[in-house]
């Protein structure tokens, strides 16, 4: 039977017991229904993890036993940024959460030309935060132990001139290069264009900022497909998927 993961920053190596923060007790004791002898994992989403026990369980409050650090080795050699294009509701979500399984490090999402979310200041911050969410629910599941960095809503210029990485990759149809063309970084950003795709312009100013143009096959992909499938290659050729 699979263990429950709960992310819980508040996670200590000292500790012995731990009240679990409401979040996690309404997910654990109010959904999940588990009751004292239950076991769980917490992790504090910077590498530590831990067993532990239900010992207390109220209705509004619980609390556990740590029994067992665990060494968790779910992380990825290969270090990978995603600027993905922001698409509309669940196509985001979808990206973002699949870019977790696939072991990403961090996500940061990018208002481009064909763009079609209009995100001013407040209702960035919720789809932010609502993304958070989305990060933390593929990290309880996958069983990573890193939460990767979700960055701010930016310009699709500040992100490329931000891009610091070894290896920089844009998808472009009509480029003539594949992934098999190219050496084996430590440090790789991904471009992944909104529902519309990237502008002739924008994939310009990807190139003058230091990005490859890769051809990806014969098909066009949707966004959300296109950065997981983009993503699976990469692990599998230079990362943890091999």
């Known amino acids: 039977m699979r263990i429950p ?6 996670l200590r190596q000292d500790q012995q017991v731990l ?3 409401d979040t996690v007790h309404r997910h654990a004791v109010q959904v999940l229904r588990l009751r004292p002898g239950s076991v769980i994992r917490l992790f504090d989403g910077k590498g530590l993890e831990f067993q532990a026990e239900l010992t207390q369980v109220e209705k509004r409050h619980s609390q556990v036993q740590l029994m067992t650090a665990i060494e968790n080795q779910s992380e990825s050699p290969l270090n990978i940024t995603l600027l993905q294009g922001v698409s509309r509701g669940e196509r985001m979500d979808f ?6 399984e696939l072991g990403v490090s961090t996500i940061v999402p990018v208002v481009t030309e064909r763009c079609n979310v209009q995100l001013k200041q407040d209702r960035a911050q919720k ?12 990290c309880e599941q996958s069983g990573r132990a890193c939460l990767p960095e979700l960055a701010a809503v930016t310009t699709l210029d500040a992100a490329l001139a931000g891009s610091t990485d070894e290896l920089k990759l844009v998808l472009n149809p009509r480029a003539t290069q594949s992934f098999n063309d190219l050496p084996q970084p430590q440090t ?7 529902e519309g795709g990237l502008s002739e312009a924008e994939l310009d100013l990807a190139a003058q900022h230091g990005f490859t143009a890769l051809q990806f096959g014969p098909r066009i ?9 983009a993503l699976a290659v990469v692990q599998t050729l230079w990362g943890d998927l091999a």
């Open 5 to 10: 993961r709960f992310y819980c920053p508040q």
């Open 19 to 21: 009240d679990l923060p």
């Open 95 to 100: 990206a973002i959460q699949k870019a977790v």
């Open 127 to 138: 789809r932010l935060d609502h993304w958070q969410g989305v990060l933390i629910s593929a």
């Open 188 to 194: 790789l950003s991904l471009l992944i264009g909104p």
């Open 221 to 229: 992909l949707r966004t959300e497909t296109a950065a997981v499938a």
